[in-house]
């Protein structure tokens, strides 16, 4: 007897210990990094950036990663949430919500006899499946793993310390944008757009049932819909129990014909299912990059976001409010503009528009309509500019002293290089070997002229300004060639930029895409500044964009329009420059018009020639008629008029071809006190620094001695040879046979 004693006693001891160890081993899961509640404070779900245009529009929609994964979610309030949903996601999960403390010892007692079977999702409350998605996920992802035990005993505790902490709306708001409702949706937002495609305030009764339905088992449930159908049919009538809704209510949302994205789905009158067959279930995968508008405009942003805020906020925190320069309008004008052109074959094309005073990018196509992909023609093309690159190559000239009524030679022209003799020459191969106007040169795109002027005012000046304007040089004599476009490189957004210059006061201004982002609170934490450079003077700057109006509106003699008169919009007024690159291999025309700066270019991805109807094509036919349609639409009751003028510019009339002061000619803008000076005759142009007289180069073969010219500086008022004590105003450059230079000293 004495042993039967002493072995129950030493059973009783060992089961004592057995309780103490075990209770201790759950005292020590328990407690052992139990999450404190300030890193709920402090956590940072990731979730659905959204890009939207200047005026409040969203137009994409670029998911977050999470473990490596795209994920769909976007933080809503709960009064972005139809009150059906809510209704029927408590109902569904947790009826008891508003009535216990975190636990419910109803739902607990239930979920222990699931556990006992292996099912550790029973007895789950709102709120401790809360914690379950927020940290204890953080906490299984800092100890690569959790058990499931180990999780179970945790949730309880941290369930009682948020109900305490937070009242039952926010633990509510903070459930329904953490579950995970299958797929790539977490969330309740996502899980709309998911399967729906409509944003949560939308829901109805039906569809807020169904989604409810689904959370215990989001994936399996979704792919069988009639089960999911009996489901719902039990948590509507458990909502009517609950006095959430009347049985009227719920006999409607029962009758609804309610169709999940995926599913095709037939009922009889009194909503039972007749026929649910699964069509497509990857349509309820969320893109990771939702673009419903301007798709170029919107990888632009994505990339220019990556470089200024990370890839960390964008990507793996998310949830930031974007919102671009782009206007809606203007960009639908734009893409009406370039649909169903006739282009050169295998044509691509770019669009951009900017306001040039912020460079805030209003507008942007990256290719032709039914071509679209990764690259980007408007940022990423960098092309020849051609002809667009003369307001440059006279801007220049403007700057060191010219006016528009200087005369420059209009004549045959060669070069040695050591590549062999270059012999530029004008588009059509025709030249009137006179002095002509530079006005009348710009007029008619005339490239000896403007090589002319750029030997004249120096091409490393030249070059100076053109790098400081966005464009890319290339080679030694490309710097020459640079004045009418050759050996420069530029994008369609840069040329939009350098030519915002002309209208703007004189500044190269850097595009700008984004004016803030905000995180998921509405804290701005990007606002990008404008950036400016001063290229031009405004004096300067205008007399250009006289030049340009010019361009489009000038009718030289002997012609019946302009060059870009296709470009001409009633009631507005534009200027703007054409510019086609060797052999039309790049198309361009760059203009502006009140508070519009935008150019469009066409041209082949492989770089070669381009031909329309078995020709070569010609800018001035095809680019011009595309930014007209854009610009007249994307301003359609928008103010017109004209960029206002700069102070210390007066208006002179000459003679377009001459340069002779003509009360019939032309009127164009000088700057005050050299409009009085415009003398008739004048084969020179006036320079503000004189360089020291230079190898011009050799007529070309239609002269018959191939004589070697050289510039040489003369004093306007004697016809002499210029010394040093001259006043650059009185400086006068000519071009003369060499060995003719000492029939210009004077004694």
Known sequence: MRGLFRILRVA???????????????VWLLLRDLPSLEALDNLRFTATSTFYTRDGVPIADLASVEDGRAIARQLVRLSDVSPAAIAAVVVSEDQRFFRHYGVDPVRLLGGLYYTLRGDLQGGSTITTQVVKNTLLRELALERRGISGLERKLKEFPLAIQIERRYSKEEILELYLNVVPWGGNAQGIWAAAQAYFGKDPSELNLAEGAYLATLIPAPNTRYLDYPATRRRMRVLLNNMVAEGWVSPAEAEAAWRYRLVPRGWEVSYDDEGNLKEARLVDPSVRVIPERNVRLAPYFVYEV?????????????????????????????????????????????????????????????????????????????????????????????????????????????????????????????????????????????????????????????????????????????????????????????????????????????????????????????????????????????????????????????????????????????????????????????????????????????????????????????????????????????????????????????????????????????????????????????????????????YVGRLGPTVADAAVYQSLALDRATGCLAGPEVPTHRLVWVQVPEGRASDYRCR
């Open 12 to 26: 009783l001891l060992a089961a004592f210990v057995g309780a103490a160890a075990g209770g201790g081993y759950v």
């Open 302 to 694: 994505q990339r220019y976001l990556r470089e200024k805020i990370g890839v960390d906020k964008l990507r793996n925190q998310g949830g930031l409010r974007i919102v671009t320069t782009l206007d809606l309008r203007m960009q639908a004008a734009a893409e009406k503009a370039v649909a169903g052109r006739r282009l050169p074959d295998q044509a691509q094309l770019a669009l951009v528009a900017l306001e040039p005073n912020s460079g805030e990018v209003l507008a942007m196509v990256g290719a032709r309509p039914g071509t679209e992909g990764e690259f980007n023609r408007a940022t990423q093309a960098w092309r020849s500019p051609g002809s667009a690159i003369k307001p440059f190559t006279y801007g220049v000239a403007l700057e060191a002293g010219w006016t528009q009524a200087t005369t420059v030679l209009d004549a045959p022209v060669e070069y040695r290089t050591p590549r062999g003799v270059w012999r530029p020459k004008n588009f059509d191969g025709k030249y009137l070997d006179r002095p002509v106007s530079i006005r009348y040169a710009f007029d008619r795109s005339l490239n000896l002229p403007a090589i002319r002027t750029a030997e004249a005012i120096g091409i490393q000046r030249l070059g100076d300004k053109l790098r400081a304007a966005g464009f890319r040089l290339t080679g030694n004599m490309a710097v020459l060639a640079n004045a009418i476009g050759g050996g420069a490189e530029i994008t369609p957004m840069g040329l939009a930029a350098a030519y915002a210059s002309f209208v703007n006061g004189g500044y190269w201004v850097e595009p700008r895409l984004v004016l803030r982002v905000e995180d998921a609170e509405g804290r701005v934490i990007y606002q990008p500044e404008t950036r400016k450079v001063q290229l031009w003077t405004p004096q300067v700057a205008y007399q250009i964009w006289d030049m340009l109006k010019g361009y489009v509106y000038d009718i030289p003699p002997g012609f019946r329009s302009s060059l870009a008169w296709q470009a001409q919009i009633p009631g507005r007024v534009v200027g703007g420059k054409t510019g086609t690159s060797d052999e039309a291999i790049d198309l361009w025309f760059a203009g502006a018009t009140r508070g519009l700066v935008a150019t469009v270019w066409v041209g082949r991805d492989d770089h070669k020639p381009q031909r329309m109807g078995g020709v070569e094509p010609s800018s001035s036919v095809v680019n011009p008629p595309i930014w007209r349609d854009f610009v007249e639409e994307a301003l359609r009751g928008r103010p017109a008029g004209d960029f206002p003028q700069p102070p210390g510019l007066v208006a002179a009339s000459f003679d377009l071809l001459t340069g002779n002061p003509s009360s019939s000619g032309v009127v164009a803008l000088f700057p005050a006190g050299q409009a009085e000076r415009v003398q008739a005759q004048s084969p020179a142009a006036v320079l503000r620094e004189a360089p020291p007289p230079t």
